[in-house]
């Protein structure tokens, strides 16, 4: 295992380090000390290795992932995951705001809660929040899902496009073009991998997650409002 | 961008480091805001005395001058380019009005029993290190680093502002209605030193509770006055309180333990603190008003 103190060593060298590894690397386990709520921790990775924060995160976090498991063992700051493409973050604590934001794929996995925004703009990631989601989460979603055992606070899904959006608990308001769907049976089985993934299995049931999607009524311009212009 | 802290001690054996503690989480905020720093100390003060904090060229000498005008003792401690000047407290409205007509260069940051508030343009290890933030005692303290954005980088746009007897607001934000409200309250009776918007914001709470409203209900009435991005942190003489806007524009992030409260724009300023890693670390709600009490 590589143990990088952030006591003696500095973010950057800790990222140039996790950057100049090959993708064949044998040294595929990480581990960063006194983390201490520093910004851009473990950002950029594109090798199949795991990097432990022994601690709390600042913003943006394993931003941008590939290949790599990230695991925050406290709080992570604004942005964790922030455009991941594949790979796993894991954040033990709480996450602040747009965890996951505008991420293309891979799993985020939070076993607190997640302040405002979190997935906005996301593009396939898949999410699951073990904790309650804040206000405005999978603002102008896209693509993938984000699961939520707890609640979800005001104006879920606004404006959202084609993500899939599971909520144990109860739902403050949901945003603009957002909508109860029907859970069926391929939902079903996506959401229960997506909890199994999680290491939720056998922990919760899917059928007391209810499923909210896009209504698809902002797709397109109305006709009716061409006089506006 | 700005940055903001705060320490609320319920462990009293901490009051002397407060000072030093507080110095560490301001100087990790420079990155937030390297122009100019301001901090606010609750510390020692007696029932019977007010504690003018001033700034001007010649502090002695006013110290002096104020107490001949008015026939009183004026015991004067010098910090840097500040003064904190202790008086009798049925004086305080005689020294205020001896300021406004005979020193108008003299500022006044801020008056109470207990509080000391002390403000300069510069780095914010340099500021505390001119005050000797580092040595100073207390219950709790306030502090803030600037990075102005929409107005000149002056001593007098550095926060904390205080607009009623020891009270003080710092700012993480911009306000869109301050000028409106600022006529409101100017109406209302209350002046103002600046044309900022955050003390703007400080007027409004000292107004709120100069007509009863605790802190709390002050800030929960903000809620619905206030209109723009903030976070807030905000001392009295016993109380300390968070209040983020609905859509908690501003980040903020605390952490709790038996021995105190704290609360910092990012986590980076708390990571110094003694047991931090035991502490219950958590991101304040937006449009919750968070608000503790010492009796």
């Keep these: ?229 | 961008m700005c940055g903001i802290v705060g320490l609320f001690l319920k462990d009293r054996t901490l009051e002397p480091k407060l000072g030093s503690l507080l110095a560490g989480m301001l100087e990790v905020m420079t990155d937030r805001g390297p122009d100019s720093a301001g901090f606010a100390v609750y510390g020692d003060g007696a029932a019977a005395q007010v504690k003018f904090t001033i700034r001007c060229a010649d502090a002695g000498g006013v110290a002096e001058a104020l107490g001949t005008a008015l026939g009183v003792d004026v015991s004067t401690t010098i910090h840097d380019t500040h003064a904190v000047l202790t008086l009798g407290a049925e004086h305080e409205a005689a020294a205020r009005a001896w300021f406004r007509a005979e020193r108008p260069d003299v500022a006044v940051n801020g008056a109470g029993r207990r509080i000391e508030l002390y403000k300069e343009v510069g780095l914010p290890a340099d500021v505390s290190q001119r005050f000797g933030l580092e040595s100073m005692a207390g219950s709790h303290g306030i502090g803030h680093t600037r990075m102005a954005t929409e107005s000149a980088v002056t001593t007098a746009g550095a926060h904390p502002f205080s607009t009623g007897m020891d009270q003080c607001l710092v700012h993480n934000g911009s306000l869109s209605n301050h000028a409106s409200l600022r006529r409101m309250l100017v109406k209302q009776g209350m002046t103002f030193e600046t044309d900022n918007d955050s003390e703007v914001a400080a007027g409004y709470l000292s107004w709120k509770m100069r007509g009863g409203a605790t802190l709390a209900e002050a800030l929960e009435a903000g809620l619905a006055d206030l209109d723009g991005f903030y976070t807030f942190v905000v001392g009295t003489e016993n109380g300390f309180a968070v209040v983020r806007d609905p859509i908690s524009c501003k980040p903020a992030v605390m952490a709790e333990t038996d021995e105190y409260v704290a609360f910092a724009s990012e986590y980076r300023a708390l990571a110094g603190l003694p047991g931090v890693e035991r502490a219950r670390v958590f991101e304040p709600e937006p449009a919750r008003v968070y608000a503790w009490e010492r009796h």
């Excluded at chain 1, 003696?8 to 386990?29: G, I, P, Q």
């Design chain 1, 1 to 229: 295992m590589q143990v990088v103190d952030l006591d003696r060593s500095t973010r950057r060298e800790l990222n140039a380090e996790l950057h100049a590894l090959k993708k064949d690397t044998n040294e595929t386990h990480w581990r960063v000390l006194n983390p201490g709520g520093q910004h851009a921790l473990a950002v950029g990775l594109d090798a199949p290795i795991t990097v432990e924060i022994a601690g709390h995160a600042g913003y943006y976090c394993a931003g941008m992932n590939r290949q790599a498991t990230v695991v925050v063992e406290g709080n992570a700051g604004v942005g964790v995951g922030e455009n991941m493409m594949s790979g796993k973050v894991h954040v033990r604590g709480d996450a602040s705001q747009s965890a996951g934001a505008t991420a293309h794929g891979g799993l985020l996995v939070i076993d607190g809660n997640a302040s405002a925004r979190c997935g906005i703009s996301m593009k396939g990631v898949n999410i699951v929040v073990k904790g309650s989601v804040g206000p405005m989460s999978a603002f102008m979603a896209q693509a993938g899902a984000l699961v939520v055992l707890g609640d979800a606070g005001d104006a879920l899904g606004d404006s959202i496009y084609e993500a899939r959006l599971y909520v144990r608990g109860a739902v403050k308001s949901l945003g603009a073009d957002c909508i109860e769907k029907e859970m069926r049976d391929e939902h079903r089985a996506e959401l229960r991998a997506l909890l199994d993934q999680a290491g939720l299995n056998g922990e919760c049931r899917v059928e007391e997650f209810r499923r909210y999607g896009s209504a698809r009524t902002l797709y397109n311009f109305h006709v009716d409002n061409a006089a506006a212009y």
